[in-house]
């Protein structure tokens, strides 16, 4: 049988070839997954307490803290090394002039 020509919504399908069902299957659906973005069902006023406080830093800071604990956990860096990465990463903030007054 050619089927190269022939629109698949008119090919009628064997009845041997569906599937069958067992009689101890139960089926029912499925209810709707929520797909929507946390926090978007959340107010203004109140999306504010669920951020965490680190990611309203100044985004150097965040960066200065992210390269000392790469040091101390990728390159085995002693935590006396790692602190002075960190503080020599908000000198450079602080002399930039971009460091906060609380980092």
Do not use: K
């Not at 499925?30 to 951020?51: H, K, M, W, Y």
């Amino acid at each position: 049988m050619d089927l190269s020509h022939t629109n698949p919504q008119d090919i009628e399908q064997d009845p041997s070839e569906q599937p069958t069902r067992s009689g101890d299957t139960t089926w029912h659906s499925v209810p709707g997954i929520d797909v929507r973005p946390p926090g978007s069902d959340v107010s203004e006023d109140e999306s504010a307490a669920l951020i965490c406080p680190a990611f309203a830093e100044n985004s150097g800071v965040r960066m200065a803290y992210l390269q000392a604990a790469i040091a101390n956990v990728f390159m085995h860096a002693s935590v006396i090394n790692a602190t002075s990465i960190l503080n020599t990463m908000l000198n450079i903030l602080d002399a930039a002039g971009t460091l906060p007054f609380h980092p």
